[in-house]
């Protein structure tokens, strides 16, 4: 019997012992909860044109975590009837992986890498949707990361021979959240319940190191693509903001992760915000600027392909998917 690539890497001790207990730790969920295989996407790749900008989004799976990590701040039983009268799984949480790949004239820019093959069953797809969509990783000009999280950086090596993934590319990060996770003594200054994620980040980001520009708020990558802050989530988390033709897109990593508690209840704070009040602040910020410009979203964990916008109704705000 021949072992696939996948199989071999799946079989090691991080994919099924230590990823996973970080995740259960940073996101509040306990030692013994069942995490769930996410279910396959039914296709690898979404596209769709903003102007003379080509955009694709393609899956890198997805994960899935109890309910309860969506709101820390909010009692269980409020918590559920919310999600039951949404027609929601009140017990868990199902999060797709939706990556941005942007055409821009001699520009192909990515905006996250996925988590690789180490963190999570179901995830570490984008690989194969790179194939599956015929698209050329080496032809990647770009990588923006909006943040460091394991689903998000992970991918910049491939875990098979260690080597990068984008190997033509320049990275491009926000310099607080590079600081705040290549800080030395991140061990020492930092819970140890995030510190499985600081050390996988420390290797992907440590790999590309020379490659990448640390940046602040309203750093243009190229004409048209604006990287704004979008912090509370992460320290320094990013955004993307694209404009072409009149219209505007916003790649909004994790500031948006939920179809309706994101976007109805967003003072709620999921367990996976570092700076719970200052994320609730920044999700406002973007519902309100979302829906008073119309612009278009691509949310990282919305339900797949992440594509929608954002309207008001019944004093509070709605997603709309495209």
Same mark, same amino acid.
């Given at each position: 019997m021949t072992i696939s690539r996948r199989?071999?890497?799946?079989?090691?001790?991080?994919?099924?012992?230590?990823?996973?207990?970080?995740?259960?730790?940073?996101?509040g969920v306990g030692a013994g909860a069942m995490l769930r295989p996410h279910a396959a996407r039914a296709e690898a790749a979404h596209g769709f044109a903003l102007g003379e900008t080509k955009v694709t989004v393609l899956t890198d799976g997805g994960l899935t975590l109890p309910a309860s990590t969506l709101a820390a701040?909010?009692?269980?039983?409020?918590?559920?009837?919310?999600?039951?009268?949404?027609?929601?799984?009140?017990?868990?949480?199902?999060?797709?992986?939706?990556?941005?790949?942007?055409?821009?004239?001699?520009?192909?820019?990515?905006?996250?890498?996925?988590?690789?093959?180490?963190?999570?069953?179901?995830?570490?797809?984008?690989?194969?949707?790179?194939?599956?969509? #015929?698209?050329?990783?080496?032809? !990647? +000009?770009?990588?923006? &990361? @909006? /943040?460091?999280?394991?689903?998000?950086?992970?991918?910049?090596?491939?875990?098979?021979d260690e080597s990068e993934r984008f190997s033509n590319a320049e990275y491009i990060m926000g310099a607080a959240e590079w600081d705040f996770w290549m800080n030395p003594d991140f061990l020492t200054s930092t819970p140890e319940e995030i510190h499985a994620f600081g050390l996988g980040a420390q290797r992907n980001l440590g790999a590309v190191a020379e490659k990448v520009t640390r940046v602040g708020a309203d750093h243009a990558v190229v004409p048209g693509v604006t990287m704004i802050a979008t912090?509370?989530?992460?320290?320094?988390?990013?955004?993307?903001?694209?404009?072409? #033709?009149?219209?505007?897109?916003? !790649? +909004?990593?994790?500031? &948006? @992760? /939920?179809?309706?508690?994101?976007?109805?209840?967003?003072?709620?704070?999921?367990?996976?915000?570092?700076i719970p009040e200052q994320a609730a602040k920044t999700r406002r910020a973007l519902l309100d600027r979302a829906a008073t410009d119309g612009l278009m979203l691509v949310g990282y964990h919305l339900p797949w392909p992440g594509v929608g916008r954002v309207e008001v109704k019944d004093r509070t705000w709605r997603y709309v998917a495209a």
């Open positions: 199989q071999f890497l799946k079989g090691g001790a991080m994919a099924t012992g230590g990823a996973r207990m970080a995740l259960s730790g940073a996101a701040n909010v009692p269980e039983a409020e918590r559920t009837a919310f999600l039951t009268a949404h027609g929601q799984d009140p017990v868990t949480r199902a999060s797709a992986l939706n990556i941005t790949l942007l055409q821009r004239g001699d520009a192909l820019i990515l905006v996250d890498t996925g988590a690789g093959m180490n963190f999570f069953e179901d995830a570490g797809l984008l690989a194969d949707s790179f194939d599956s969509a #015929g698209i050329d990783r080496e032809a !990647v +000009t770009h990588v923006l &990361l @909006t /943040h460091a999280h394991p689903d998000h950086v992970w991918g910049i090596i491939d875990d098979f912090p509370g989530h992460t320290p320094g988390h990013m955004s993307v903001l694209v404009e072409d #033709g009149g219209a505007q897109l916003l !790649v +909004t990593g994790d500031a &948006l @992760t /939920h179809p309706t508690i994101s976007f109805e209840r967003p003072d709620w704070q999921p367990s996976t915000d570092q």
